[in-house]
């Protein structure tokens, strides 16, 4: 029997150890993305970047489209085990495809934070920085149960339009979200648009690139990103419907 096999990899996991232990501050245990490399609030910002910049190709669940899936089986395969140095260069040199290197460092890791908490770790008291991104190991991306609404789940809801202070624009009477079923590009259906109206309020976010002083007052289905903030929940939004010109049932 050869054994030279088995000793060659003992040899090697001895270098392995030896080689970070080298690199690693004295006593302190290798650092992963368990401990909490970002922030809340980064991942949300990183979301909205996401959103806009990604989301058409990798799908706004990270599942995968035209791009590979950012999380699971294809995330572990090639992140899992290296920096976040890697993801992190890996991004923000070839994403978004047509404008490789296009959104700015800070906007880089803030997607890297956003893709990172997808994959089920945890924030921390700490954002993401730059100098961060080294000594930093990605672990095997959890498996997600499916999403409780929630934090950036894709939802669908009716409410009445108006404006907000300072040129903002609020879904008022809104009723209670409902996840949006895939494929989320699809028109709206009428059971979508049929429902009745709530008691809820979500700010909406870029209300403006869709015209939105046509539809003051008007019942209107949206669909987007929710993002519950603390007594406040926003929305980003993909589609803009409107479903009665009068918000009056
Ligand atoms: C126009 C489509 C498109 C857009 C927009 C886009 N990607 Fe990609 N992405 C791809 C394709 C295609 C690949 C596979 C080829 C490659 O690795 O370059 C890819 C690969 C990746 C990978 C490597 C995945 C792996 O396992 O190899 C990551 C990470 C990634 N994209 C993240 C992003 C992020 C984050 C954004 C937004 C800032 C983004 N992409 C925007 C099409 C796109």
Redesign the pocket.
Known sequence: MDRRGPRAILMLVCLVLVADRSVGRAQEPPKTVAAGVYTDEQAVRGAL??ER??????RPDLGGG?????TGE??N???AGKDVKA?FT??ST??????AGG?GED??LD??A??LRENGFPAGSRELDAGGLEGVRVLAAKVKPPPPMGDFSYVEVVGCLASGPGNTWILARASDPVVATPPVVAAASSANTARPLGTLTFNLLDAMAYAPDAHKGHKMYVRGLLIKLPGEQRMTISSFEMVSPSCSE
């Open positions: 970047t996401y910049a990604c989301s058409g190709c990798h035209s791009g590979p899936a950012l294809r995330f395969r090639d992140f993801l890996k991004i070839t994403m978004p495809r047509g404008d959104l906007v880089y997607v890297v956003h893709v």
